[in-house]
């Protein structure tokens, strides 16, 4: 096991192309959002292991030996398999659940013992340990937080146990795993966010584990080399939506109007196409006019989107501020609210993105600039960390 704290960060993602199509067997471009959470794992020698998640304010704390005397054969040691419903309840028990709460913070609860206590069964006794998690990430937007989370836990566990090395060197501000500890993570990071979510895609845990831009389609994932980190303002508009009613809307629309909307899907599918060649060329020498390109690309997927019927007022709403300020927007995920992107051009000034963003906080949205592309899971060093993320896992 091993003695010093360990610093881990993970990134949410957005779609950037493809929602929706991707469920009749289109590509989708996923890609890291640089909002993170991050992760503090401290060992102790308390006898107790602690999980303490300030964002959604869950404090739980058991006993080491207590959890050592439980059966926890069902949890089979290096067997990455999905948890049957019936683990789920034994899960519960162990947590000291009641049988009926389904709720997410009660979720992140046994996803974070499902992982602990299989993870560190290697070790000849249960690790003593304290994990603290906290995130930029908003919850339930459809950003990924739930899979930043399981791919914090995963690579904090797996090296706390010594399953993998630490790649961190004396000096270095933060550090990736190598691929093959990755695929490790991101495996045990799909068991976590199995607990959560019931039956994934793996699309959000691939993208936080590896960052940059990630392909899908039919259940195949694959990275896009090197992508360039897009400067995008994200936007949450705040206004909640049903993810499966929006699906079964988009189904039921593809049956009644079948000549009308395959076509739609398939332009989709040649938008994200041709979003990920000109992310190619961008790689090895990026141009104004690619910029061009993707902005008409943004206008041309959102008037398609709204066509499936996913669109929403908010969306229309924040499509015509940015527009005006001549900036180009998207819904990203679900859509009929939710979250929307904007790119942001490299020559524009600070001025006019704080006048953009002034324009959408005063129609009640939520704004963050960031980026898009950014780098997957990472180790730090506890300096290399801005003040108010170490303040907020030291629970300041």
Not at 224 to 251: D, E, F, H, Q
Not at 277 to 305: F, K
Request: some cysteine; proline content about 5%; aromatic content about 4%.
């Amino acid at each position: 096991m091993l003695s010093e704290v360990l610093l881990v960060s993970a990134p949410g993602k957005v779609i950037l192309h493809g929602e929706h199509a991707v469920v009749h067997g289109k590509v989708a471009l996923a890609v890291a959002l640089n909002l993170r959470t991050f992760l503090r794992l401290q060992p102790h020698s308390n006898g107790k292991v602690g999980l303490n998640l300030p964002n959604i304010g869950i404090k739980r704390a058991w006993d080491v030996a207590k959890l050592q005397m439980l059966d926890t054969s069902f949890l089979k040691q290096g067997d990455v398999t999905a948890l049957t419903p019936e683990q789920v309840e034994k899960l519960k028990e162990v947590a000291g659940f009641p049988e009926d709460c389904a709720d997410h913070e009660h979720l992140a609860v046994l996803s974070f013992l499902h992982l602990y206590l299989s993870v560190c069964r290697s070790q000849r006794a249960l690790p003593s340990l304290d994990v603290t998690v906290w995130s930029e990430l908003p919850t339930g937007a459809g950003l990924g937080s739930s899979a930043a989370y399981s791919v914090c836990l995963a690579a904090a566990l797996l090296t706390a146990c010594k399953e993998i090395p630490n790649p961190l060197k004396d000096g270095e501000a933060a550090s990736r795993w190598t691929e093959e500890n990755l695929e490790l993570i991101n495996k045990w990071a799909f068991q976590g966010e199995r607990v959560i979510h019931g039956n994934p895609s793996g699309v959000d845990n691939a993208v936080s584990t590896w960052g940059g831009a990630l392909r899908y389609q039919q259940g195949k994932i694959s990275s896009l080399k090197r992508p360039p980190a897009l400067k995008i303002l994200l936007i949450n508009t705040k206004v909640p939506r049903s993810t499966k009613a929006l699906v079964a809307g988009v189904r039921s629309r593809l049956l009644k109007f079948p000549e009308i909307v395959a076509p739609l899907l398939t332009s989709i599918d040649a938008i994200s196409l041709e979003c990920e060649r000109v992310l190619g060329e961008m790689a090895a020498a990026p141009a104004p006019e690619h910029y061009l390109v993707l902005e008409e690309l943004i206008d041309m997927n959102q008037h398609h989107l709204n066509a499936l019927g996913v669109g929403h007022a908010s969306l229309d709403r924040l499509c015509q501020v940015t527009m005006a300020h001549g900036l180009h927007s998207k819904l990203t995920g679900a859509g009929g609210g939710g979250c929307g992107i904007t790119l942001l051009r490299p020559d524009l000034e600070w001025p006019e993105v704080e006048a953009v963003k002034q324009a959408l906080t005063s129609c009640g949205f939520d704004c963050w600039e960031t980026s898009i592309g950014a780098p997957g899971v990472s180790v730090h060093a506890a300096a290399s960390l801005d003040a108010p993320v170490r303040q907020a896992l030291d629970g300041l």
